[in-house]
């Protein structure tokens, strides 16, 4: 897992209210990703980063906002949760040059 | 629009024959494919990957051909094991940038 750790693991909120998603990594990886997993769908990316205060969208970024303050640190925000955000959230870190990616063990967040 | 595919959702084998997994992609500029595997409640883990200047690449039981000119990639696991029962899923990365796209996976049963 390279030292990948998100936090919470499982979260309930209502409609209307903020939530922000953590991930921690160990390994000084310089890229990182926000993904969400839903059937039928696979993984798709949300948002992604090069570094430190360098992010940019992924194809399902719309209602998502992501912070990187620090190397270890990515922070996935859903400004106004909505029910169409009920899903699996996969954060990653690596996938520089010929390197694959190493993923966190998700974080299952469900919005009534 | 989806431009990795795993058109099949899922597929059972018997112990000990060949798994294959297959995969299309549609864009032309993808030189990086990755096979991940997932456990329920897990993250994906990193398989097996291949470089767009190889046709074939090999690991253990683990072998991944590349067809470039069909855009279409498989995954053979010989011999095929229980433990081998996961979700697939291939994904592919653009010669230039850092996204990395993923199919909707395949889930695989072996049986003992």
């Known amino acids: 897992d390279a030292g990948i750790t998100q936090s919470p693991r499982h979260k309930v909120t209502e409609t209307g209210t903020p939530v922000t998603l953590r991930c921690h990594q160990t390994?000084?990886?310089?890229?990182m990703y926000w993904y969400r997993q839903d059937p039928g769908h696979g993984l798709r990316l949300i948002h992604y980063?090069?570094?430190?205060?360098?992010?940019d969208k992924g194809e399902v970024s719309d209602g998502y906002s992501v912070s990187r303050s620090k190397t270890e640190d990515f922070l996935l925000t859903l400004e106004s949760a909505t029910s169409s955000q009920t899903s699996v959230y996969f954060c990653?870190?690596?996938?520089?040059?010929?390197?694959?990616?190493?993923f966190g063990p998700g974080t299952r967040l469900t919005v009534l | 629009d989806q431009q990795v595919k795993q058109n099949s959702p899922s597929l059972s084998v018997q112990e000990g024959r060949i798994s294959i997994l297959n995969c299309d992609y549609t864009?032309?500029?993808?030189?990086?494919f990755l096979w991940y595997k997932k456990y329920p409640a897990e993250g994906p883990t990193f398989l097996i990957s291949?470089?767009?200047?190889?046709d074939k690449n090999e690991d253990g039981r683990f072998t991944v051909f590349l067809n470039k000119s069909a855009k279409h990639l498989s995954l053979h696991i010989v011999p095929s094991q229980p433990g081998d029962s996961a979700v697939y899923f291939c994904?592919?990365?653009?010669?230039?940038?850092?996204?990395?796209?993923f199919g909707t996976g395949t889930s695989l049963t072996v049986i003992p």
């Open positions: 994904a592919a990365r653009p010669r230039t940038g850092n996204q990395f796209y």
């Open positions: 990653a870190a690596g996938g520089q040059v010929w390197d694959e990616q190493f």
């Open positions: 390994e000084n990886h310089r890229y």
């Open positions: 980063s090069y570094g430190v205060k360098d992010t």
């Open positions: 864009n032309s500029m993808f030189d990086y």
């Open positions: 291949i470089s767009s200047i190889k």
